[in-house]
């Protein structure tokens, strides 16, 4: 049964109207239904309130939606930098990444939404900090920090995103992939059969970060 809106002053001991509370609602609609269902009538049902209210705080739902991103962006914890490129850059995506997966139904948003905020640039402003740092020329560093996003958000997408083509965790799922790998008729699949029926999301980000420093490293 949903929620009828609320008129009036929010009863004594709830949440007062606020742009936190809303993001808080928005979130809550998100990990239980989809980013599809975020609208602001959605949201102000989950809170209890009339639509028309959350104006006041956000700039209808495309605003929410950037809110929504900017909010998860904002829980990166950047790790202070210790001198070494790899280490930095790799402190880095794995912050970004547990950030991001925070809430796992958002992420979507956080990784293809154009932002501006000082939350969506702090993350770049680490990176850019860490390459001028070993010496790289500005122009190098952007062509370098592009290079970089690509290869992690790339990697979260397939991870938030992946249907099975690209590997299944849970014992059952990876036999019956395996199987059908090695009865596609194709040989060298059927040869990577066991190694493409599964797949670690851990060992895959750490793997594709690693690969991307390796190169920005013996550039």
Known sequence: MTKPPRRGRPPKGAEPLSREAILKAALAVIDAEGIEAVSMRSVAREMGVDAKSLYHHVD??????????EHVLAGIRIPKPT????????????????????HRHAAALVLTRQLASLEALRPVEAVMSVLLR???????SVHLLRALLATVVGTL???????????????????????????????ALAESAAFLARCDHDEEFDFAVDLMIQAVTTR
Not at 61 to 69: E, F, M, T
Not at 157 to 185: M, Q, S, Y
């Open 83 to 102: 001198g070494s490129l790899a280490d930095d850059l790799r402190a880095i995506a794995r912050a970004f990444r547990r950030a991001t997966l925070a």
């Open 157 to 187: 997408l397939r991870e938030v995103h992946a249907g099975p083509a690209f590997g299944v965790r849970d014992l059952e799922g990876i036999a019956r992939r395996r199987k059908t790998l090695e009865t596609a008729g194709l040989p």
């Open 60 to 69: 209808g739902k495309d605003g929410l939606l950037d809110a929504v991103a």
């Open 134 to 140: 070993a010496g790289y020329s500005p122009d190098e």
